[in-house]
Structure formats: C-alpha cells, structure tokens
C-alpha cells in the first residue's frame, strides 16, 4: 500500500496490487478514429432492453470505440443528470463507446417502485452489460457505485476498470437506515414502508422491503477481490456519503489497483466544472489503460 498526500485540491490514495493486472488487458481492441455525430441527444434516442419479467430499461447510447463505457446513476437519479450528460458529451468528442440507462423504476424505465431492491438493480446493470460486447469501463455514481461494485464481482471478466463518484456501497444498512428518525424507523417495520418528503426532490416511499434486501448484497464486511483498476473521487464535503465511507471501502479492496481522490470542498454531486473534467480525464485514462 502506498498513500500520497498532496498540496493541491485533493489527497490521492494509491492501493497497488498488481499480481492480477495481465488479466486486465484487451490487445484484440484498438482505438480507431470514427467519424460520430455531434448532435446532441434527442427524445427518440432512447433505446429498450428488456430484462427479468419482462421490464424494460430506457438506456442511450453513442457509438464509438471500445471499451464501451457504461454510466449507473444513484438513488432516484437518471440517466439525464449533469454527470452523466457530461460524459455523452466527451463520448462524441472522442470517440468512445458509451452508454447510460435509467434502473429499474427510474427515469423511462419500468417497474413498480415498491418492488426496487439493490438485488433488482444488480441483475439489471448485469442484465446491461451482458447486452454488449467487449470489456466495460463502468462509472458509477453514489447508489450507482454500490451496483458497480457488485457488477464487477458477477462479471469479472468484462471489467476494463470502474470509476466511482461518492460510492454509497451498504447505504441501506449503514447509512440510510441510521439516518431515519427512530419514529420512522418503527414506521417501517410496523407498515413496511414510510413515505418521505426531500426539499427539492419531491416524495417517495421507503420500503422495508428494500432494506431487508439489500442486506444479502452488503460488501464492507469481507475482502472484495476484485481485479480491474478502480479510481474513486470523494467530496471531502459530501453530506450524504461522509468520506470515511470511501476509505472504509478502500481498505476492503484486495484484487487490483485502487486511487482514491478525496476532493477538498467537495459536495454529494460532484458537478463543477473542474469536477466533470477530473472525471472526463480519469474514464479516458481507464479505457487507454485498456490498451496498454
């Protein structure tokens, strides 16, 4: 292990095995200029991946060099959201492969919102991936790198590398739940579910469903071998997924190599201008390594 404290706007943490990094290259992929549309996306871009019971995912995608990078969002996010529209953009501008989808009872996609669990949005990010050919460099932001996370474990062999922005892996257990006032929390266990109201964001329900659920797919409690490299960004500031979470995830991370960028200042969504460039610049680096 080797850990780097730097001066600038963030500390780098750097976990290095490297035993299993052959494993990790694609020499039957080359980058080859493509001549792509610049055109932004429209409405009737948006394609339809039937998965398990015959749900739907709305998903898009650009056409262009692999590895294909795949965008999973958070918690009651879509595929619209700034981080993921920033990537389509540096998609077009340079000729990547990339493709982002809305989970389960998300966005365009279908399905009963009650019966979203973290093993649902599993099998559907799988359901995607096996949709697609060649290796995957797979972003995953908050709830999104959790399923990241667990997609890497079920498909090892797919995994060019995984960027993770705020990975809320466990948040059921370890973060939501503990949040919840003790009054909803009996709510919960009582009725089976709790209806919630976030300034902003407008109401949804909490099922206990959901939490009982994601206890089968909980990953901070064992070693998680997984192989592909991984750069994570935390915001030092994130009010939602507090930055130990980050370092509590590193520590478990036994298979690859592992960076960590703690963002002094930085929020739950990483959005600024110098955000989305960090993100673009690392998710390029990853599909290069891919190569090399």
Same mark, same amino acid.
């Given at each position: ?27 039957g992929f080359a980058i080859r200029p493509r001549r792509l549309s610049r055109e932004e996306p429209r409405l009737d871009d948006i394609q339809y991946l039937q998965c398990r019971g015959g749900e739907t995912l709305a998903w898009r995608r650009v056409d262009g060099d692999g ?66 050919? =060649? ?25 060019a590398g995984l960027v993770l922005i705020n990975p809320a892996q466990d948040f059921t257990e370890r973060l939501m739940w503990p949040g ?85 200042? =930085? ?26």
């Amino acid at each position: 292990m080797r850990l780097e404290v730097t001066n600038r706007t963030f500390l780098a943490v750097f976990v290095s095995v490297t035993r299993f990094w052959p494993s990790l290259r694609f020499p039957g992929f080359a980058i080859r200029p493509r001549r792509l549309s610049r055109e932004e996306p429209r409405l009737d871009d948006i394609q339809y991946l039937q998965c398990r019971g015959g749900e739907t995912l709305a998903w898009r995608r650009v056409d262009g060099d692999g590895p294909t990078v795949v965008w999973i969002g958070g918690f009651r996010s879509d595929m619209e959201g700034t981080k993921a529209v920033a990537l389509d953009a540096a998609a077009r501008a340079r000729g990547w492969d990339y493709v982002r989808y809305d989970h389960f009872a998300h966005g365009r996609s279908s399905g009963d919102w009650r019966m979203a669990t973290i093993g649902r949005w599993r099998e559907d990010a799988i359901c995607m991936i096996d949709s697609l050919e =060649g290796p995957v460099v797979v972003v995953g932001s908050s709830m999104g790198g959790w399923v990241a996370l667990l997609l890497a474990l079920a498909r090892p062999g797919r995994m060019a590398g995984l960027v993770l922005i705020n990975p809320a892996q466990d948040f059921t257990e370890r973060l939501m739940w503990p949040g919840l006032a003790d009054h909803e929390r009996q709510a919960i266990l009582r009725d089976g579910e709790i209806r919630i109201v976030e300034a902003g964001r407008g109401e949804y329900v909490l099922t206990l469903k959901m939490f009982e659920e994601g206890r089968d797919w909980l990953l901070l409690d064992a070693p998680l071998p997984i192989a592909a490299p991984i750069h994570i960004f935390q915001g030092r500031a994130d009010d939602v997924v507090p930055w130990r979470h980050a370092t509590a995830l590193v520590e478990r991370l036994t298979g690859g190599d592992v960076r960590l960028d703690l963002i002094e200042g =930085g929020d739950h969504r990483l959005s600024t201008p110098d955000d989305l460039e960090r993100l673009v610049e690392a998710v390029d680096r990853m599909r290069h390594q891919a190569f090399t």
